[in-house]
């Protein structure tokens, strides 16, 4: 057993882990933080993504000892009590979801976009930039909307073309 | 995935006494070695992660040569301005492989030790005849992608960074899966005084020089230089994703590609 600590959404944690724990395990299990979800398990489909240290990442493919002392948000560390984050309200306003398994995948990389293309990507970038989150019901149609209309209430300046 | 020692070393000397076990095995960014792992397609006894090491990480031109340290994770490599001005070409492969969050953890280092014959990475170092500089030597890209998954890095050594001369013109185009997004087949070429490279990868069951195509793009450097020019099919692989006489054709419109975007 090994001892990691790091900060999850704000709060310092602590716990004796095996190194092979992943840290998608060490969130859902231990931290009982089960909005993180496993999709595919091998690094595809992006329903894991949180920010380590301000960076969108696969937990699925990351050990939880690589984040000793680490920062991570996670799809519960975004919203402001009770009212949602903006991109959450996006996704429920236009209907960005429908089963909802990818969806905290979705909106944590949907959060990492904008944070990197400035607050208004166009749809192209949206496009290729969800080119690690899978979703198998929606078509991405209003996914792709949801994170556009989320990237310009998130209030993060524009941004020249990055890409 | 079976369990194992995870240790992080603060220097390159103790990770290298460390690696010197043939069952550890080095952690860098963990997007090839993890999901291996997973698999038991590996099962190390001990993991040894290199990010706690300073002097790993990096950008920075010297001279005519670009330094990119092993450490570099695919975004920063994508993203650097050093990076962009000087071979543009380079930060647009580095932003071309996986996807996001791929790249925000995968390195340049840990991409060309495993040399997996569809990466991408390899086909800069081969194609703009860089150095790879480990905590031993320094190892021309020519020697250094030995075959499939196997390199000349021995036991106990790392690579610190990789050394990129300057082109005037280089470009990479590649042909991807759609489902791994790993190079169905990936053209680089780059033209540097007289000297022309065209490497390949994907294509073959390693990265390889196309010393035909470079001999015909050393007379006049233009796409049309490459018409009836081909690499043989008998040597590429040939397997579910693409027989081997499509990855010949392949190669054929990735180089052209490439030099248009050189």
Redesign the interface.
């Known amino acids: 057993m090994?001892t990691v600590a790091m900060t999850v959404n704000g709060d310092s944690v602590s716990a004796d882990v095996?190194?092979?724990t992943?840290l998608v395990q060490f969130l859902r299990e231990n931290l009982l933080l089960t909005g993180t979800h496993v999709g595919c398990?091998?690094?595809?489909c992006?329903a894991c993504?949180v920010h380590v240290n301000g960076?969108?990442?696969?937990a699925c493919?990351?050990?939880a000892?690589?984040c000793?002392g680490a920062e991570v948000t996670t799809i519960e560390g975004l919203a402001d009590g009770d009212a949602l984050h903006p991109m959450q309200a996006a996704f429920q306003e236009h209907h960005g979801l429908q089963c909802g398994f990818c969806t905290p995948g979705m909106i944590m990389?949907a959060v990492?976009?904008v944070n990197r293309h400035g607050g208004a990507p166009d749809e192209a970038t949206i496009r290729k930039?969800l080119?690690?989150n899978i979703c198998r019901c929606t078509g991405y149609h209003n996914i792709v909307k949801a994170v556009a209309a989320g990237g310009a209430a998130m209030d993060v300046p524009a941004r020249e073309a990055?890409? | 995935?079976?369990?194992?020692?995870?240790h992080?070393p603060a220097s390159i000397r103790k990770a290298a006494s460390l690696a010197a076990d043939e069952d550890a095995k080095l952690?860098a960014g963990?997007?090839t070695l993890?999901?291996t792992?997973?698999q038991r397609l590996a099962a190390p006894e001990a993991?040894i992660?290199l990010?706690g090491i300073e002097g790993l990480t990096g950008i920075a031109m010297k001279g005519r040569t670009l330094h990119v340290g092993a450490m570099s994770r695919h975004?920063e490599v994508?993203?650097s301005p050093v990076v962009r001005e000087a071979i543009p070409a380079l930060a647009a492969l580095a932003?071309g492989i996986?996807?996001?969050?791929?790249r925000?953890?995968g390195t340049l280092g840990g991409s060309i030790a495993n040399n997996d014959p569809a990466a991408d990475y390899p086909a800069a170092c081969l194609g703009l005849g860089a150095t790879i500089a480990t905590n031993k030597r320094r190892i021309p890209a020519d020697d250094f992608f030995t075959g499939m998954f196997e390199t000349a890095l021995q036991d106990g050594e790392i690579i610190t960074k990789v050394l990129f001369p300057v082109p005037r013109r280089a470009g990479y185009a590649k042909f991807a899966n759609p489902?791994s997004?790993y190079a169905l087949v990936g053209v680089f070429v780059s033209k540097r005084s007289r000297q022309v490279r065209v490497a390949v990868t994907g294509a073959g069951p390693g990265v390889f020089r196309a010393t035909d195509m470079e001999e015909a793009l050393s007379k006049r450097f233009a796409a049309r230089s490459l018409d009836g020019v081909s690499v043989p099919a008998g040597d590429l692989n040939d397997d579910i994703h693409a027989s081997a006489d499509y990855r010949a054709h392949l190669v054929g419109v990735m180089a052209k590609r490439a030099v248009d975007a050189a």
């Open positions: 090994t095996e190194p092979r992943l398990d091998t690094s595809q992006g993504v960076k969108a990442v696969k493919t990351m050990l000892v690589q000793e990389s990492d976009i930039q080119d690690g990055a890409e | 995935m079976y369990d194992f020692a995870f992080r952690l963990g997007q993890l999901p792992m997973k993991l992660d990010s975004a994508a993203e932003g996986g996807d996001p969050h791929v925000n953890l489902a997004r």
